[in-house]
């Protein structure tokens, strides 16, 4: 299928690594022009440099904390220079913390709840007036299944989810009908956040072994660990002008995590 986003401009927050790189190599290769973010400059240099000579021109990174404004908004504006023009949003940057409803500290609180609502809107305040000149702009919000059930070890990160599903059904009130706004809510993904969480854990088991127990653990009916290479597809579909009828809607990708079973 011709998702047709050959030459059209996307701005990727959080493309370094896991699922926002997988979404940035998805979009270069359906031949769009992509620019992209993140606070780690070494993690930049090595997605440019891991791409295929012919798709290195349609990538631009910067440098750049979600979480800055100004610094946001700056890179936005240097993609339209760059680029010419901007036709959609990927909001996927962010960071997580466990803890339980009792135990979250009260800067653990703030923290996500500032992580996951200002990495959004940073992303797309500054920028509408812009894309409302596309001819079909899209705004893609990364969020996750938490949002609608909560877990009990990561109680800030559910909370903070669960307010971000509510903005992104504001962010579609207030666009309609000049701009689509869906929110992908992933499950367990096997990205380097998941390994940090097994490092963590100090488990005597091997990474893959812990991933097929943490699978069943969790209740993930598919019994494993997404990848997030099967994440990006449907955000590039979400983006995509064929998705002309699709706004205010969320995706969960999670191999079945919140279904009973």
């Not at 990538?59 to 339209?80: Q, S």
């Not at 307010?163 to 059904?169: E, G, H």
């Not at 088991?205 to 994440?231: C, D, N, Q, S």
Request: glycine share 8%; charged share 20%.
């Amino acid at each position: 299928m011709d998702l047709r986003l050959e030459k059209r401009v996307f701005f990727v927050t959080g493309g370094s690594k896991g699922i926002g790189r997988a979404i940035v190599k998805n979009l270069l290769m359906e031949g769009a022009y992509v620019s992209t973010c993140a606070r780690n400059k070494t993690g930049l240099i090595k997605l440019h440099e891991g791409l295929p000579n012919e798709l290195k021109p349609n990538l631009l990174t910067n440098v750049c904390d979600v979480l800055n404004a100004g610094g946001m908004e700056k890179a936005l504006f240097e993609t339209i220079s760059e680029y010419g023009q901007l036709d959609g949003i990927v909001a996927n940057a962010g960071s997580g913390s466990s803890g339980n409803v009792l135990e979250t500290s009260a800067e653990d609180w703030v923290n996500q709840y500032e992580t996951k609502m200002f990495s959004v809107l940073n992303a797309v305040k500054p920028i509408i007036p812009e894309l409302k000149k596309a001819s079909d702009p899209r705004i893609v919000i990364i969020n996750g299944v938490t949002a609608n059930v909560p877990t009990p070890d990561m109680a800030a990160v559910s909370a903070a989810r669960a307010a971000v599903k509510q903005m992104a059904c504001l962010l579609a009130q207030a666009l309609a009908p000049d701009i689509c706004v869906n929110t992908v809510n992933i499950g367990v993904i096997d990205t380097e956040r998941q390994l940090a969480r097994f490092e963590k854990a100090n488990s005597i088991m091997p990474y893959e072994e812990w991933k097929k127990h943490e699978a069943k653990r969790r209740g993930i009916l598919i019994g494993r660990f997404g990848k997030a290479e099967e994440v990006a597809p449907m955000v590039s579909l979400l983006l995509s002008p064929l998705s002309s009828y699709i706004t205010g809607a969320s995706v969960d990708i999670a191999g079945g995590l919140i279904c009973p079973s």
